[in-house]
Every structure is written in structure tokens, then in C-alpha cells.
């Protein structure tokens, strides 16, 4: 098949690549308006459930990936400097440039041709492609382009900017700092050797109070240096988006009534978006890549069937998904009205943003606070961790360096015919479904 992507983000490459694997006979080519390398935001965290997913559709670039990413196995919630709240529970991270450069370069030793600097604004160059991936994110050229997909854009209400520092942190942080014009709060995590994520947020009002509007990038980011200078401890921010200073945005949820019209077919952002909160758009876009992948597999006679399949399979988790981040979102929206009580009790509020937690579940969050309890869970998280790397295969002491060894034969898939082992992607989905309070892990946060 002729395919052409248009976008180089995580959903386009993982799409190329997914589908090479599949069959190598098809022709890919990605086109993407960024140079190598060029990208924006830092790190992107994700859980064992995407590993999983990665060792099983393509363990090459999983291998990868996990080397390249941190892992940090604690939450903390600080509300005014009071007492820190914690939550246990780990995750891991990368850096979106580091995942963006193993994709490209698996998806190029596979065969797809990706050209950068190549934005597009024309669909009519494709007119002899079997398929057209729109995989260009939250502001689609593609879907507008091509129009009929029935897309609402609703705008979220806070104001919020993705920016890096090299403090490093090795927990996930949340800090909610007082001003005089209300709460600002930061995302903080580790995203790579060096450097950490650092997302700001807070509310219109407080952000219209401390004159962000009106300040140059420069001036934005040193007062929220000083806003939070306790938390990053003599660290600076780092404001930086496809080599300019990053903007402060407001988060754009985007949904589609329909995924795919003609041979046209989005994914990722582009089909739909989920507030940052919940820390999943990476991972939905990949699972959207592969299920995309294995319906051409399956259907290589009909498009139409194979894009109708695709959005059968997806579309249901992803509404779940969505409905999700807006709880999500929309609690972060009102943070004002929890501030009344202290760190601990606000932490639990937070925790409980998808929904109340029984009773048993707060008795947990209090022992939790207990730094011996604390220790017991982190063995305990310890032991899961080593026990899920070694069922999806993953090597456990060190990441295997570049020069390491192929694996066996029977590991590496066969390029040069479709897999014999087709597999979906959504059959771990289930367990994605975020929030604290769905989650064994207690995971509070993104
Ligand atoms: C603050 C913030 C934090 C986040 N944190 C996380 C996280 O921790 N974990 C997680 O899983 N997700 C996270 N996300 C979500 C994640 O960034 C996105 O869901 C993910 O990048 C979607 O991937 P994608 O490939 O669909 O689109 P994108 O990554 O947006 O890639 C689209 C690509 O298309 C290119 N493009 C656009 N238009 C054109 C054109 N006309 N021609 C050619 N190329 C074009 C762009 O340059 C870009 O490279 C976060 C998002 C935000 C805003």
C-alpha cells in the first residue's frame, strides 16, 4: 500500500513503524514541517501498561525507549509549603526529543521515508495514496484540509505553559504556591539525565492578576522562577518550543464525530485529545498507531473496512478516556475550593478528582503519610516492577547498550513479510482508565 502520514510526532512514527512491521511491502512516507530534532514540551511520562504494549508490537524501539527514560517512584503534593502529602506509586519518563529520535530511527532502518521540513498544505500531492494518515496533532491541518470529520474544539480555562529547568527532580511534584492573585501550581517530574519537566498552571484570573498577559517571555519565566523558588531550589526554568520561547496556551480538547472520510484517517491528537493531567496522549496516539496498523493488516483488500474497524476499536476506550481527562481538568479548574484544608486532606480532594474514594481508600491515603508505611509500599512496587520488566522481557540490570547484540531470530519480526502474529493494541486498555481512584497504584496525577 501507498501511505503518506502527515505529521512526525509519537502516533506518525509508531503508525510507520507498526505498519512496516506488518508488512514491509508497504511504502510510507512521513512528511514533517519540524527539523530533526525540533520539538516542543520535555518529558512525557507513561506507565508499565504502555511498556507492556511496546515489548509485544515492537520490543526493538521498547528497548529503547525504556533505556532512554527515567523512573520515578514517589508523588508529592505541596499546598502553601505546608507538610508535604505523599502518594506512592511509580512511573517512568522520557524526553519527547529522545522518543522522537528512536522512533524516527527505527522507522528509517524499517524503510519509511520521513522527510522534514515538509509541512503540508495541500492534500491534492497525495492523490495516488491508498491511505492519508492525519497525524499532525491538536490543530490538524489535514482535518481541516479535507473537512467532513465533525470536530469540536472545546478551550479548557486555565491558562498553563510546558516548560524545563535543570533542577532535577526524582519524585513527581505538584506545588500549589499562594501570590497575592491566587494559586499557581506547578507539574513537576524528571524527564531526563539533567533536566525535568516543569508545566505551570493556574487560574485566567490569577494569571490576568500577575500581569502575564502584559510581560515579555523573559519577564513570564523569571517571575515564576521567583513564584517558585523554593521548589526549584537555585534551578532556572527553561522556556523553549521549536527553538522559540514556549507560550502560555490553553489546552484545546479536540473529538471527532467521525475518525476517517474517503481514505482519509486521523489519529493521535488529531482524533482526539485528553487534558495533560492524565498523562496518556502519548500513549493513546501509539495505541491508535497500532490498532491503525493491524486493521490495514487484517483488511488489506478494503480500506474502508479497514478504517471503519479501526474506529470501532477505538473510539469507545477513547470516549472513556476523554471523559476522564475532563473530570481531570475541570478539578484543577476549581483547585481554589479545596485550599481550606490542609496538604494531606487537599491531596486526598486531588486523588478523588474521577470520582469520591471509599472510605478505606482515605484510610489508606492517611497511613501512607507515615514514611515507614511508605518504605513497605515502595518494596512492594519494587518487587511489581521487577516482575512485570521480566514477563515483557526486559533486560534487568542495564539497558542494552547500541552496540549490543541483535536477539534471537525468532524475537526479530520478519520485514519482508506481514507478521504471523497479528495482535491489537487495546486489549490491555481496560487498566488505562486513570484517577486515583481507579487505579491500584494510587496514582494522583498524570
Ligand atoms: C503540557 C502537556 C504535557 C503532556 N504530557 C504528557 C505525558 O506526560 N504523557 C503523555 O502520554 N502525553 C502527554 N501529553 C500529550 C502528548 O503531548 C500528545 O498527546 C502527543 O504528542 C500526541 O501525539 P501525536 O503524534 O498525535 O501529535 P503531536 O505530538 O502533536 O505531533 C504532531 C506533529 O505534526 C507536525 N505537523 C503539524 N502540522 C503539520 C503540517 N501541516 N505538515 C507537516 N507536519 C505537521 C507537528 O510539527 C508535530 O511534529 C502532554 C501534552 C501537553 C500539552
Sequence with gaps: MKIAVVGGGPGALYFAISAKLRDAGHEITILERDQPGATYGWGVVYWDDLLDTLYVNDSESARKLRAA???????????????TAYYPGYGYSVGRAAMLDILARRASDLGVDIRYRHEVDDLSAFADADVVVGADGASSRVRQLHGGFGTTTTSGANPYIWLGTDKVFDSFVFAFQETPAGLVWCHAYPSSSGISTFIVECQQRTWDGLGFGTMSSEDGVRTLEKIFADVLGGGSLISESRGRPARWLHFAEVRNAHWYQDNVVLLGDAAHTTHFTIGSGTRLAI????????????????????????EKQRRRPMNRSQAAARSSMAWYEHADRYTDRDGVAF??????RQGPLPPWRHQVHNAEQLAPVRTVHRWYETGRRFYLARKRGEPLRSP???????????????????????WRAQSAEPERLVGASARRDGRAGK
Excluded at 527514560?69 to 507538610?83: D, G
Excluded at 491531596?347 to 478523588?352: G, I, P, V
Excluded at 547484540?405 to 502474529?421: K, S, Y
Design 347 to 352: 491531596a486526598a480532594a486531588m486523588a478523588a
Design 400 to 422: 542494552a547498550p547500541r552496540s549490543a547484540p541483535e536477539p534471537p531470530a525468532a524475537e526479530v519480526p520478519d520485514q519482508h513479510a506481514r507478521t504471523t502474529t497479528p
Design 287 to 310: 495505541i491508535d498507531a497500532i490498532d491503525l496498523a493491524q486493521a490495514l493488516y487484517e483488511h488489506p483488500e478494503s480500506v474502508p473496512l479497514a478504517l471503519r474497524e479501526y
Design 69 to 83: 527514560s527515567v523512573l520515578w517512584q514517589q508523588q508529592e503534593v505541596r499546598l502553601r509549603r505546608e507538610r
